[in-house]
């Protein structure tokens, strides 16, 4: 075992026991944390993105999103009128005197 880890498990040790139970929840979040950074990573640096630039990346990813999914194919023309027809301002909100 490294020295970091056993400064860590005799630090812990002398801990009540709620406070190692806060510790190692602690380390849970960390581990997700690390998996999700190496997953970024992944999806970062892989081949078929290698030329395209950050904005292009986000706007292909948010297409996938169910949330997007449903605006991604039409014309933006198409949609502001159907949204003004619907009573809502271009941010989803109701348009004022449209209530």
Do not use: C
Request: proline letters at 5%; aromatic letters at 4%.
């Amino acid at each position: 075992m490294n020295s970091v880890l056993q400064e860590i498990q005799q630090r812990a040790a002398v801990l009540p026991l709620a406070l190692q139970s806060k510790l190692l929840n602690y380390t849970m979040y960390l581990t997700q944390k690390a998996q999700e950074a190496r997953e970024w990573n992944k999806l970062m640096l892989a081949p078929d993105l290698a030329s395209k630039q950050p904005t292009e990346l986000l706007v292909d990813r948010a297409k996938d999103l169910p949330a997007i999914a449903a605006f991604a194919n039409k014309d933006p023309l198409r949609l502001q009128q159907e949204m003004r027809d619907a009573g809502l301002n271009t941010n989803g909100q109701a348009m004022a005197g449209s209530l």
